[in-house]
Nanobody
Framework: QVQLVESGGGLVQAGKSLRLSCVVSGIEFDLVAIGWFRQAPGKEREGVSCISTTGASTYYADSLKDRFTISRDNAKNTAFLVVNSLKPEDTAVYYC?????????????????WGQGTQVTVSS
């Protein structure tokens, strides 16, 4: 059974940084691409970033690339998303997802497996 477990969310002040983690089990981690998505209250799920199986390729949503950094540690079956200079509008549930096919796009339908999400709340 494939599981993705996010962690690292919480209540943070605007301007601070946060590192989210996604631990993957039940599948060969180095065979899946990882994507990060977020969903704010009352809004559709939004793609944030994705990373290829080896980490050699990454892709970011245009509006977010300056403050977000995606990475992965295949030895630890873990992917990361660092968010710098947090803003109140970054408040959302952040999800990681795994895809058996690398596609430098942030289309939720391309991802086979999803985590339950971690809440990030940014106070002003």
């Amino acid at each position: 059974q494939v599981q993705l477990v996010e962690s690292g969310g919480g209540l943070v002040q605007a301007g601070k940084s946060l590192r989210l983690s996604c631990v993957v089990s039940g599948i060969e981690f180095d065979l899946v691409a990882i994507g990060w998505f977020r969903q704010a209250p009352g809004k559709e799920r939004e793609g944030v970033s994705c990373i290829s199986t080896t980490g050699a390729s990454t892709y970011y949503a245009d509006s977010l690339k300056d403050r977000f950094t995606i990475s992965r540690d295949n030895a630890k079956n873990t992917a990361f998303l660092v968010v710098n200079s947090l803003k109140p509008e970054d408040t959302a549930v952040y999800y990681c997802a795994a895809s058996t096919r690398w596609n430098p796009r942030l289309t939720p339908g391309n991802y086979n497996y999803w985590g339950q999400g971690t809440q990030v709340t940014v106070s002003s």
